[in-house]
């Protein structure tokens, strides 16, 4: 039962161009969210969170975006570069058992093209 | 400076033998954790660690046993090694718990090979 989704295993835009990376949720029960981003042999480096007491985080070029009531979260990157063609990974955790386990999606590779 | 930093990398082994994966954090941090990538890409939660204490077992084989000799060392051993645990397997380390805000760090990953 994979109760965090990534449907779209991979996207790709055009340099400078929006991407919109999606990822929903099953359970209710999850108040915090994260985002990470992996090169390849290389380990998923944090990238941006958001609480479930918001519905929107800025980091720069990054934009997480929450809707509670769809259970789904989106990450914007504006514009688009290709450094940023990597695997993103969508994760989410339970704040009150405070036990670091995160829940990951399976991630969406995304590729920028020059 | 690597902060998290596991070894080997790449481990080729063959069936019913046992390894052992190493790791260590600079971060000072005291939860250590692994994860496991496995084929269908997911990263799941293995074990985690707070202070050299258990606290998060996910019903992994008992093949499987972590041992954290002090908070910066998490090492895995692995017992009888199958193919079906072929994966890669990512140590990870934050302070606390890594909720809200404690931000989980992850080594390179390594590489096992069960043949």
């Known amino acids: 039962d994979q109760q965090v989704k990534q449907n779209s295993p991979s996207l790709s835009v055009q340099e400078g161009r929006i991407s919109i990376l999606n990822c929903d949720y099953t359970?209710?029960?999850?108040?915090?969210f994260l985002w990470y981003k992996k090169y390849p042999a290389e380990g998923p480096t944090f990238l941006i969170s958001?609480?479930?007491?918001?519905d929107k985080n800025e980091d720069g070029r990054f934009t997480v975006f929450l809707n509670k009531s769809a259970k789904h979260l989106s990450l914007h990157i504006v514009p688009s570069q290709p450094g940023d063609s990597a695997v993103y990974f969508c994760?989410?955790?339970?704040?009150?058992?405070?036990?670091?386990?995160?829940?990951f999606g399976q991630g969406t590779t995304l590729q920028v093209k020059p | 400076d690597t902060a998290v930093s596991q070894t080997p990398k790449y481990l080729v082994t063959q069936m019913g033998n046992d390894k052992s994966i190493k790791c260590e954090q600079n971060?000072?941090?005291?939860?250590m954790y692994w994860y496991k990538q496995d084929s269908k890409k997911f990263l799941k939660i293995m074990f985690s660690y707070n202070n050299k204490e258990l606290i998060i077992n996910e019903t992994v084989p008992n093949r499987f046993s972590p041992k954290s000799p002090d908070k910066a060392h998490l090492n895995l051993h692995i017992n009888s090694l199958e193919l079906g645990d072929s994966a890669v397997y990512f140590c990870?380390?934050?302070?606390?718990?890594?909720?809200?805000?404690?931000?989980?760090?992850f080594g390179e990953g390594s590489w096992l090979t069960v043949v």
């Open positions: 990870a380390s934050s302070q606390g718990g890594g909720y809200s805000g404690n931000t989980i760090y």
């Open positions: 994760a989410a955790s339970k704040g009150s058992s405070n036990t670091g386990k995160l829940i």
């Open positions: 958001i609480s479930s007491i918001k």
């Open positions: 359970n209710s029960m999850f108040d915090y």
């Open positions: 971060l000072g941090h005291d939860t």
